[in-house]
């Protein structure tokens, strides 16, 4: 079963990638965040983001879009820049984005999936992924569109069992996941509130066919949780603390070396601390989280880690 690593925007950055695959490790494979067009251009953070040689198996990814012109725009300059795999995101639910025709708004209008895989088969060396969900507003959407998804060769799909207005959060609809997955003849995927070695033993025990499980929150909450996977044993504690503070401090260095001031790489750092290791006292989290300048921040962090 391989596990993925869910791209999560603001948090799966190029040195994120590069630092949990350095000292947690047991990932298969890591995306980008979406890549978007915005007025016609690439957003520079965007381009900072692309993977490079010295990262393994990471896949970029582009945001699904009713205007065909940009995902040709977007393709064109990663098949023009030598990678030869890109991961479709038609499946993101903030509002800003599919109410722009973008992500799960292609979900309701069959007509912009047919005009953005006309686009794919334009580029027979690339080779395509899809990252979806059920539907924008109905959870039989996907269903409809099964006969273009099964006629394109994507070399995954992965399904996030839920319809936009649900966004990442309420039940996960298992009983869709099961027929999404009788119907798709694509290496399935599984993605969804998946945080503990049990859900990942679980879930493969339901869905036996399936190729892999990508995760993405529990990753934050616990980057050791592929690896205890793989090694099939549980982290010890400290051992995981030592190493997420490993992580968080190289992040921070990076971030005073690279960023547009404190102020930004302070809030970027604390965003990790949003999810990472939840058993932390909570009046730990709370001063790392209040912190607005980096010297609080850095002794904040000392004591969340003690
Ligand atoms: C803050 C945040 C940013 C995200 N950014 C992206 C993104 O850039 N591309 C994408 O395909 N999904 C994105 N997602 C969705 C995740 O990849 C994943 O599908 C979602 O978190 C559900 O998986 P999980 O329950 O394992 O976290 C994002 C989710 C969150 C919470």
């Known amino acids: 079963m391989e596990i993925h690593f ?9 040195v ?11 990932i298969d494979k890591y995306y980008t965040p979406f890549i978007r067009v ?30 065909p012109e940009d995902i040709e725009k977007m393709i064109s300059m990663l098949e023009e820049k030598g990678y030869k795999e890109v991961n479709i995101n038609m499946g993101c639910p903030f509002p800003m984005i599919a109410k722009h025709g973008m992500g799960s708004g292609l979900l309701a209008d069959k007509e912009a999936v047919k005009a953005m895989i006309k ?13 979806t969900r059920l539907g924008y507003d109905d959870e039989n959407q996907i269903f409809e569109m099964m006969d273009i998804i099964n ?26 996941f099961a027929e999404f997955a009788k119907v798709c003849k694509h290496p399935l995927i599984y993605n969804g509130d998946v945080t503990t070695t049990d859900d990942i033993n679980k879930i493969s025990t ?26 099939g044993e549980t982290m010890p504690d400290k051992e995981k603390r030592d190493k997420s ?3 968080i401090k ?37 001063k790392v989280l209040k912190a607005n300048k980096a010297e609080k921040l850095r002794a904040a962090i000392a004591e969340f880690f003690i």
């Open 6 to 14: 869910a791209p999560l925007q603001g948090y799966t950055d190029s």
């Open 16 to 26: 994120f990638r590069k630092l949990h695959a350095e000292i947690f490790g047991g």
């Open 38 to 67: 915005e007025r016609g251009d690439f957003r520079k953070k965007d381009m900072r983001e692309l993977p490079d040689e010295t990262e393994c198996n990471t896949i970029p990814q582009i945001i699904a879009s009713t205007k």
């Open 119 to 131: 686009v794919l088969e334009a580029h027979p060396s690339m080779r395509f992924s899809l990252k």
């Open 151 to 176: 006629d394109f060769p994507f070399t995954e799909v992965t399904m996030h069992p839920r319809i936009a207005k649900d966004q990442y959060s309420g039940e996960i609809n298992h009983a869709k």
């Open 206 to 231: 339901v869905y036996p066919t399936l190729k892999g499980i990508m995760i993405g929150r529990g990753l934050l909450m616990n980057p050791a949780l592929a690896s205890e996977h793989k090694n």
């Open 245 to 247: 503070k490993q992580l």
């Open 250 to 286: 190289k992040l921070f260095a990076h971030c005073e070396e690279l960023m547009n001031g404190e102020e930004q790489s302070v809030a970027h750092v604390k965003a990790y601390f949003e999810y990472l290791l939840p058993d932390i006292e909570k009046r730990n989290r709370k």
